[in-house]
């Protein structure tokens, strides 16, 4: 197996790479936070999050998908999401999301109730499910009129504040707020800037991390070792650009297909001496744009030979919607 020096590895970033093969690269973090030799760094990582919001911290972890660090690992089959289970049996789900989707809140409750329900088997009593986390951490913002970087939420009665549904919870970790940290930082935004800022080798407050947390400074140590293979490196660059080329597709389908909107919109809204034409254009560009980026990525991915469940899994569109986009390629 063709592999760099760690040392090799740092030596010889640009700035492109440092983006690429951060922890907030999917792949990367899955194979960090994945391996079952290193539990205890998911387990930190999901303690931090629940400390935030006064929850019980977990005494231990276990993934339920592990990957080992050895292991080889292709980004057309991976699994991105870590799903792992407590001591006490909580479900606990945790994806890093850089990847910028329409409606992300409505798709992640699918998954985290889809997790929840398959606690049970046949015959088994609703008593036996216990509670499941869902846990994001997110290269967008979702929250910004917020300044917390942890959005949290759960099944509560509007006429009682204290009567809660407590077997569902949604964690949304914005990740573009921890701009720094210090002492009077939580271990949760400590972790999320090494995860902004885990492939800068000069940072001093990186340093610092690492000197002070056993757990970051492992994290590095695995994330190194992974990125010391040349074939994961390539997954790993690969993976970083998509995700680019996606996000920037989503973002101008957005503005062309808003423009676009917005100036049917008015001369409709003109011609009928209605407001709402202007607004209902607007609306339709959008939805155009956004449809047709999809469109354009999932024949990408289908080119570059990713499976249809896989694409669908990536992009949060169902299987069903993945194919009938194929369907009608030209």
């Known amino acids: 197996m063709n592999t760099k020096s760690q040392n090799d590895v740092v030596n010889n970033t640009t700035n492109s790479e440092a983006d690429a093969y951060n922890l907030t ?10 391996d079952p030799k290193n539990s205890n ?60 989707t329409l409606d992300y809140k409505k798709r992640s409750l699918y998954y985290a109730f889809d997790a929840m329900g398959n606690q049970l088997k046949m015959g088994d009593s609703y008593n036996v499910m216990k509670e499941t986390h869902h846990i994001s951490f997110l290269g967008h913002i979702i929250a910004p009129k917020s300044p917390k970087i942890h959005q949290y939420y759960k099944i509560t009665n509007q006429d009682d ?16 707020k921890v701009i720094s940290v210090d002492k009077n930082s939580s271990l949760l935004q400590k972790w999320v800037y090494l995860l902004n800022n885990s492939y800068t080798e ?16 492992i994290a590095l140590q695995q994330a190194k070792h992974a990125l010391s293979s040349d074939k994961f490196r390539e997954y790993a660059m690969a993976w970083h650009r ?40 607007k609306a339709e560009g959008k939805a155009e744009g956004v449809a047709q980026n999809q469109r ?4 990408s991915m289908h080119a570059e030979g990713f499976a249809n469940d896989t694409i ?4 949060k569109l169902s299987i069903a919607e993945v194919q009938k986009i194929l369907a009608n390629q030209a």
Do not use: C, W
């Not at 690269?25 to 994945?34: E, V, Y």
């Not at 930190?44 to 080889?72: A, C, H, M």
């Not at 669908?312 to 992009?315: G, S, Y």
């Open 41 to 100: 760094l998911l387990l930190s990582l999901v303690n931090s999050v629940f400390e935030q919001r006064n929850i019980s911290l977990l005494k231990t972890i276990t993934d339920l998908n592990p990957i080992s660090i050895g292991d080889s690992i292709d980004a057309k089959t991976i699994i991105l999401d870590i799903k792992a289970k407590s001591d006490e049996g909580k479900v606990i789900n945790v994806e890093m999301q850089v990847l910028k």
């Open 296 to 299: 354009e990525v999932v024949q």
């Open 312 to 315: 669908a899994r990536i992009t």
């Open 202 to 217: 000069d940072d001093m407050i990186v340093k610092e991390l690492r000197e002070i947390y056993p757990d970051m400074d």
């Open 25 to 34: 690269n999917d792949l990367l973090f899955r194979k960090t936070f994945g």
């Open 242 to 281: 998509f995700i680019l080329d996606y996000n920037t597709g989503l973002e101008d389908s957005y503005t062309q297909g808003e423009a676009k909107g917005k100036a049917e919109g008015k001369a409709e809204g003109k011609a009928e001496g209605k407001a709402e034409g202007k607004a209902e254009g």
């Open 161 to 176: 504040p204290e009567d809660t549904f407590e077997l569902i919870h949604f964690h949304y970790i914005e990740m573009k």
